[in-house]
């Protein structure tokens, strides 16, 4: 799959262990960045500039609150790494069905062993 | 006839930008899983899912000892794949390392797979991790994998079409 080399997409923009765990701490709900700089013990303008990373290729959303700016994860934005791996998914999934069979025909048998064979 | 037991789709997800971590449920106990994964003549059967036919399963099951699992895809060219074994414990887990024998002197590097087999009321929980050295090798790991997956659902889409006709 063709990828842009900037951190203009999805991919690169996850790329960044820290910029991963905004991501999480944001899917269990809205943040202000206090918040994220609290939990991840960052600078706040390291945080910053993950956030606006995350923004441009809009993995995440951003409202104002008053005097705060709240951040949020916006999924859909993700969507492209997420049918990535889905074809790699499938390929195991496939296997995995025919591993499927294969046990089932030995449980059988073991099963067999024990009493009448057939 | 086909067996009923399919326990759903394989999860898969990235823990870190080098891992990848497969987990699948099988309805069998895990001394059974153990066999249809060590065993050539049953690793033949599944391990090459619909992407093709195995011709080599070889499994030298101890620690040092090497395998090597060759299939023939559709279209007739081989893709191959070996390693060693590092760890073995029956039933329980295998640590092995995994090279691609991709394009001879491009080096997809090697990768660790830890295979886990846990089981809870006859039933056997399978995760494999595939630790990578770089996220390079292991992107085009992932790669690999989707690209034979869309091969196979064009493959379909001929089928269906030509059934049609």
């Not at chain 2, 699992?69 to 414990?89: D, L, S």
């Amino acid at each position: 799959m063709a990828r842009a080399a900037t951190t203009t997409d999805a991919f690169n923009a996850v790329a960044e262990p820290r910029r991963r765990e905004i991501l999480d701490v944001l899917a269990g709900g809205e943040r202000p960045v206090n918040d994220l700089v609290g939990l991840l013990g960052l600078a706040q303008p390291q945080v910053s500039k993950h956030l606006r990373v995350l923004r441009e290729v809009g993995a995440v959303d951003v409202r104002e609150e008053g005097r705060q700016r709240l951040y949020r994860l916006n999924g859909q934005a993700l969507k492209p790494i997420h049918d990535w791996v889905r074809g790699y998914e499938r390929s195991w999934s496939e296997r995995f069905d025919r591993l499927d069979v294969v046990l089932e025909e030995i449980k059988q048998k073991e099963q067999g062993d024990g009493g009448d064979d057939k | 006839m086909a067996a009923m037991t399919s326990s759903g789709t394989a999860q898969v997800t990235l823990p870190t930008d080098e891992q990848i971590l497969i987990t699948r449920e099988f309805d069998a106990p895990r001394h059974l899983v153990y066999e249809a994964y060590t065993t050539p003549e049953l690793v033949k059967r599944w391990w090459s899912g619909h992407r093709g036919e195995m011709t080599v399963a070889e499994i030298d099951l101890r620690v040092g000892g090497a395998w090597r699992y060759v299939m023939v895809a559709e279209g007739g060219f081989e893709v191959a794949f070996h390693g060693e074994y590092r760890e073995i414990v029956p039933n329980e887990r295998i640590v092995m390392t995994e090279v691609f024998e991709g394009i001879p002197g491009v080096p997809g590097g090697e990768a660790l797979n830890t295979v886990t087999f846990t089981e809870a009321d006859g039933r056997t929980t399978l995760t494999v991790l595939v630790q990578h050295t770089r996220k390079e090798d292991r992107d085009s790991h992932i790669n690999s994998g989707m690209e034979a997956g869309l091969q196979e659902a064009m493959d379909l889409l001929e089928q269906v079409a030509l059934s049609l006709a």
